[in-house]
């Protein structure tokens, strides 16, 4: 795996590869565990505007995908772009 310009170090195939073990590992846990397919959190992650449900697999995900990236600083979010976006 080639290493990017990250203050990890990490590159895109560490973060594909942290995304896909984190989703096997569940999918094999909801064998002998099969509510965890249906088990939902209600959360309101990285800063959302609002609580809703996440799948365990998804909140998990996304907190590795989060640990990647970074909000643009530079980036001003008022309702036009946003919109725009949606």
Do not use: C, N, Q
Request: no cysteine.
């Amino acid at each position: 795996m080639s290493e990017a310009a990250h203050p990890l170090g990490a590159s895109y195939e560490v973060l594909a590869t942290l995304v896909s073990a984190i989703s096997r590992g569940l999918v094999l846990m909801s064998l002998s565990m099969p509510e965890l397919a249906g088990e939902r959190l209600k959360v309101s992650p990285f800063g959302a505007a609002g609580v809703k449900k996440w799948s365990i697999v998804a909140t998990g995900m996304a907190a590795v995908a989060f640990a990647f990236f970074e909000p643009d600083p530079a980036l001003e979010w008022d309702p036009e772009p946003v919109a725009v976006l949606r």
